[in-house]
């Protein structure tokens, strides 16, 4: 078995952020935080480290930092993490990322996660072309709001590979695929994901929302005619996505960003704070052990 990356699940109580098409927020959590339940010993730190080592030894090579709210409300997590229990790992995990919506994304933090080795800031956002826009539609608070331009500059100047997953809303519809792509050049990118809203079949205000304001199928079908037409392919991903360079920049077309279509291999693996390993991130049936 060949997995791509492990989602590490930071362990938290919420979000500073509200996005309008929040997936988190429509499934409440249902996996208990046992990672912190014994800070000073951390009594399921044995149970954490067999599974860290069973995606390791599985092929994962890419530990991506996430969570159902930003994972830098959880700083010390990471620091734990980071400077102690991937260290408890035969052969440690050496790529690192971080996927955020860009806010506590300090100087501090940057410094924080430069010096424990992460390479590469994947910022998920919802307008490229409006900082302010793009703060409104994820709900970000104001104290926290940034400008998109001064902010990839900040994170290119750490030297890290950046990644904008663009979160496919109305506003791209009524751009071109060129225009978004000049953008993403401007802003220096190295990296883009452009990323289909998931609406689950659940009735509520988030996929109310999506219903109004996401981008029209032929917005995203001729994005991805574009990217064949003016790219070059790169690889087959696992998962079943064509990554293409294009104007050297890599793009990728994610229309299965919760993984629920069911394929032969797994495309990542989840390791939640309950302390176990599981391959869907709204299925608690896709449990491994």
């Known amino acids: 078995m060949e997995i791509q990356s492990l989602s590490i699940v930071v362990p938290l109580n919420g979000c500073v952020n509200d996005c309008k098409f929040c997936v988190s927020r429509i499934h409440e959590n249902q996996y208990e935080n046992l990672v ?3 800070p000073e010993n951390w009594k399921y730190r044995a149970n954490y480290i067999r599974r860290l080592q069973f995606a390791r ?20 997590f990471i620091t734990k993490f980071m400077s102690v229990i991937n ?41 490229i072309f409006d900082s302010y826009q793009n ?20 994170i290119k100047s750490f030297g890290f590979n950046l990644r904008l997953s663009l979160n ?12 978004i792509f000049n953008r ?9 994901t452009i990323r289909e809203l998931y609406k689950s079949k659940i009735q509520c205000k988030q996929n109310q929302w999506i219903d109004e304001n996401s981008a029209s199928v032929r917005t995203i079908y001729e994005i991805e005619k574009y990217i064949q037409l003016m790219g070059v392919e790169l690889v087959l991903l ?36 309950n302390c176990k390993l599981y391959s869907k991130w709204d299925d608690p049936a896709s449990l491994i052990f």
């Open 87 to 127: 260290n408890e790992v035969n052969r440690p995990f050496v790529w690192f990322e971080l996927q955020t919506s860009g806010v506590m994304l300090s100087n501090k933090n940057l410094t924080m996660l430069s010096n424990f080795g992460f390479s590469t800031i994947s910022l998920s956002i919802s307008d």
């Open 36 to 38: 912190e339940k014994s």
């Open 135 to 154: 703060g409104l539609i994820n709900d970000i608070p104001r104290d926290l709001m940034f400008d998109l331009d001064d902010l990839c500059k900040q």
């Open 57 to 76: 030894d599985n092929g994962c090579d890419t530990i991506i930092f996430t969570g159902i709210g930003e994972p830098l409300q959880n700083r010390d």
């Open 168 to 179: 496919m809303t109305s506003v791209y519809s009524d751009k071109t695929p060129q225009e």
């Open 238 to 273: 696992p998962f079943g996505a064509r990554k293409y360079s294009i104007n050297g920049i890599s793009a990728v077309v994610d229309s299965d960003c919760m993984s629920k279509e069911a394929k032969e291999s797994i495309r990542y693996l989840i390791l939640r704070e």
């Open 184 to 192: 993403v050049k401007d802003l220096s990118a190295d990296q883009v």
